[in-house]
């Protein structure tokens, strides 16, 4: 079951450039800047309510970031969906015909184990499920 919207994935050119509009235009708090090297990806968290805003900037001119860039412009990439069971979620997901963009859960920013399902099985949306990992203390 999913339980809230965690965050909403937005692709830029610069973090340098975007951060400081999301700062200081419209006040939101900076939590985190994480780098995802398999993703090819820099990631700027900002909090708004219980969502962050995940700004992507890509590190590499063949990540998916980048070649989203490329096609379609910087701008809303994905919206995720946070679940307390990502396996069941895939699961359910398979049976339902939604087909996954990877074999198994990849880590993400912030902590989270991630799946993307393909936009033309979800309306053109691309969306994500998300689940955090477990606390290893």
């Not at 962050?52 to 990540?63: A, F, N």
Request: with cysteine; aromatic share 6%; glycine share 6%.
């Amino acid at each position: 079951m999913y339980t809230k919207v965690d965050h909403i994935g937005i692709a830029v050119r610069s973090l340098e450039a975007a951060i400081p509009f999301y700062r200081d235009q419209l006040g939101l708090h900076l939590e985190a800047i994480d780098e995802v090297a398999s993703q090819g990806v820099r990631v700027a968290f900002f909090v708004c309510g219980e969502t962050l805003l995940e700004l992507l900037e890509p590190t590499r001119p063949d990540s998916p970031i980048a070649i989203f860039i490329e096609k379609r412009g910087e701008g809303l990439h994905h919206m995720a969906l946070a679940t307390d069971d990502i396996l069941q979620e895939r699961s359910k997901a398979i049976e339902n015909r939604i087909r996954l963009l990877s074999e198994a859960p990849l880590d993400g920013a912030h902590g989270k184990l991630i799946t993307f399902m393909h936009p033309k099985d979800t309306m053109g949306v691309l969306l994500e499920m998300c689940q955090r990992k477990a606390d290893p203390h």
